[in-house]
């Protein structure tokens, strides 16, 4: 789960971390209100989960209050890269002396947390590792010990940060790291990470990533939202408990298991079509998912054609059967749906169909003759 | 032979005493696994089936001689039930559980190493050795004894395959379902490596998927360490750029991890990679009957 700027700056905050003073928005007059208290030059930044927002427009200085009206105006519903633009955060400005990049991150390859630091911020980091690969230092935290404030002193020498900042630079990360572990971040980058001109160290920007998988203990934080990354059908398959993820195709598909369902998008793909989702209805899922799938993937407009490619191991046959019979029933499912059932009880489904000579339903035996027949009726 | 798992396996399942522990546990039995307890906090004397229940894991390797453990617990205890099969004393641990958080992973997969306990999983379907035993919630049926070792990251998709395989007369020395997650206890490497020791493996299917660098880092251990055929399979070519599909590891971020440098990468080492499941399976039948 990625959390939106200003939630991550609130995060810092909580743990002590340095950030500028700043007030959540989301309509115009809580712009005004915000900017009022912050006081002015203030800063209007657009809140959405997608990078380099400055250039589309998304972040701007306002010096009185007719300017932070216009800012917050223009931003306010304004679409940065497919995403819209919901919340506000308006920040007080700040007197930047230097930009650095302070990231920690989860290498899965090292099994390790990775802290990196360098003294050229403001780009990203790819493009800053290819300009100067020196200018990026990168040291792995041993998981048994965590970083003690020396190594991260030795970081920060490294990534040659100004002598006089180097103690409040190595805080920050030690601070950074320990956050990732209390908080469950597989992913914390600031950037920049600014020297004010009082020669303080301070988070100017806050990317931050949460496993999802530890939301049970962060009760707090799975409460956010981000409502500029939420479409209509991702909202509805949350709501139901599905994985769904919207794609921009119109072959709609529901497999059983992560693995096949990429698998099923792969095969569609390369028989020329171009899947409007990826569905993955579990293990052992029952008649009901089943309905609830159908109705998740047919909201979609675009779609012209459903592929329900299965292969049954924990999951049975029959049930997907009964699901799709069922969801016939109580609506009109109004496009051609192709249905591949291989492995435990797939005669008995493949039997259930055939029974109940559903209009529009086209059975298949294979995952590639699956594939064919959607795409050519899509 | 096989890896992981066979006939010396005797089992002891951590959450034997709920719904999906005992149903799988006790299909596991069937299948002809040596299953010698479970264990349930607080339920300890009482039996599923009539396997005995302990309290801990340590009576059950102490008084059962249990040396794999199976972990069936919640996600939020899995990690300390985990650890605790570590300290036990068993010698393998399979962990099937989905949806551990991954810095709990950090750690224990460093207690693991650190103990020399090999660990697979977590949120993977487990290891089946056809004709010798199953751990996990891999269907049996779908998989004959043979000479294919297969090592997957993903379930259905390697049941998909294995019944391509089965269905080309073909079966299989073991199918080790290393998990999708960010951090598994077991890599591809680990695997390869198990399969190239293994002499009734002659050829081994490697299914990976988006996400990580694991088939990149595989491709180079098979160039310079694995003399068997290797043949591989890689989903995901359809994934957009920073989406999650449902494996918690299958996220691509930036320019690495995608399926094609993963196939790229595997190609580079002379590994045939399949474009589908079924033309996977057909290269492995094709790759087994030249050298036969």
């Known amino acids: 789960m990625d959390l939106l700027e200003y939630q991550g700056k609130q995060l810092f905050a909580k743990h002590g971390l340095a950030v500028p003073q700043g007030r959540h928005a989301a309509t115009l007059d809580d712009a005004i209100a915000a900017a009022a208290e912050i006081g002015y030059p203030c800063v209007v930044k657009a809140q959405v989960a997608i990078g380099k927002r400055g250039k589309a427009g998304g972040i701007k200085v306002a010096k009185d209050e007719a300017e932070a009206r216009t800012h917050s105006e223009a931003i306010l519903g304004m679409d940065i890269r497919g995403f819209t633009v919901h919340d506000l955060w308006i920040e007080e400005a700040s007197e930047i002396d230097a930009e650095y990049y302070a990231s920690i991150i989860l290498d899965r390859g090292e099994k390790k947390l990775l802290a990196m630091l360098s003294r050229m911020g403001g780009m990203d980091v790819e493009e800053m590792a290819e ?28 990534a ?114 171009r899947p409007a989702n990826f569905l993955d209805a579990g293990g052992g899922s029952k008649a009901e998912a089943i309905v609830d799938a159908l109705e998740v993937i047919t909201s979609d407009e675009k779609v012209s054609a459903i592929l329900f490619n299965i292969f049954g191991g924990i999951t049975r046959c029959d049930e997907i059967a009964k699901g799709i019979i069922e969801a016939s029933n109580q609506t009109d499912i109004g496009v051609p749906l192709v249905v591949r059932l291989d492995g435990t009880n797939s005669e008995e489904g493949l039997g259930l169909l055939a029974e109940a000579e559903l209009p529009n339903l086209h059975l298949e035996k294979t995952m590639l003759g699956g594939a064919e027949t959607v795409v050519e009726l899509a | 032979m096989s890896i992981i798992v066979g006939n010396n396996t005797k089992l002891v399942v951590s959450g034997l005493t709920g719904r999906e522990g005992t149903f799988h546990g006790l299909r596991n039995r069937d299948y002809g696994t040596d299953l010698v307890a479970g264990v349930t906090p607080g339920k300890g004397g009482q039996d599923v089936d009539g396997v005995p229940v302990f309290d801990t894991v340590k009576e059950a390797v102490d008084d059962r001689g249990a040396n794999t453990s199976m972990i069936f617990v919640p996600a939020r205890f899995a990690a300390a039930a985990i650890d605790e099969a570590i300290e036990a004393g068993v010698g393998t641990v399979i962990a099937i559980t989905e949806g551990i958080p991954v810095l709990d992973m950090m750690g224990v997969y460093w207690r693991a190493r650190e103990a020399d306990v090999r660990l697979i999983g977590p949120n993977c379907p487990g290891v089946l050795s056809p004709g010798k035993a199953n751990v996990g919630i891999i269907p049996a049926q779908f998989f004959d004894q043979g000479s294919i070792g297969v090592v997957s990251k993903s379930g259905t998709l390697t049941y998909q395959i294995g019944n391509e395989l089965k269905q080309a007369g073909l079966g299989n020395s073991s199918i080790v379902g290393i998990g999708g997650d960010p951090i598994v206890g077991s890599d591809f490497i680990d695997i390869l490596k198990l399969y190239e020791a293994d002499e009734e493996t002659e050829l081994i299917v490697m299914v990976g998927e988006i996400g990580g660098d694991a088939e990149e880092r595989a491709a180079e251990f098979i160039a310079e360490s694995v003399s068997k055929p290797v043949v591989a399979y890689i989903a995901g070519f359809t994934a957009p750029p920073g989406k999650q599909m449902g494996h918690a590891g299958a996220i691509i971020s930036g320019s690495s991890g995608t399926a094609q440098a993963k196939q790229d990468a595997l190609e580079a080492k002379d590994v045939r990679v399949g474009t589908s499941p079924t033309e996977t399976a057909k290269l492995a039948a094709e790759t087994l009957a030249t050298r036969a």
């Open chain 1, 131 to 158: 300009r100067d690969p020196n200018a990026l230092a990168r040291r792995h935290i041993e998981p048994a010990s965590g970083l003690d404030l020396e190594t991260a002193r030795e970081i920060a020498r490294e």
């Open chain 1, 160 to 273: 040659q940060i100004d002598d006089d900042v180097v103690d409040g630079v190595a805080e920050m990360l030690v601070k950074l790291a320990e956050i990732a572990l209390a908080e469950d971040a597989t992913l914390i980058e600031i950037n920049p990470l600014i020297v004010t001109a009082d020669r303080e160290v301070v988070a100017l920007d806050a990317k931050v990533t949460i496993d999802g998988n530890s939301l049970f203990r962060h009760t707090d934080l799975a409460e956010l939202r981000d409502r500029s990354a939420e479409d209509e059908q991702e909202r509805m398959a949350k709501e139901k408990g599905l994985t769904y993820v919207k794609l921009d195709g119109n072959v709609g598909i529901l497999a059983n298991g992560a693995g096949l369902c990429m698998s099923t998008l792969d095969v569609v793909a390369q028989a020329g079509g």
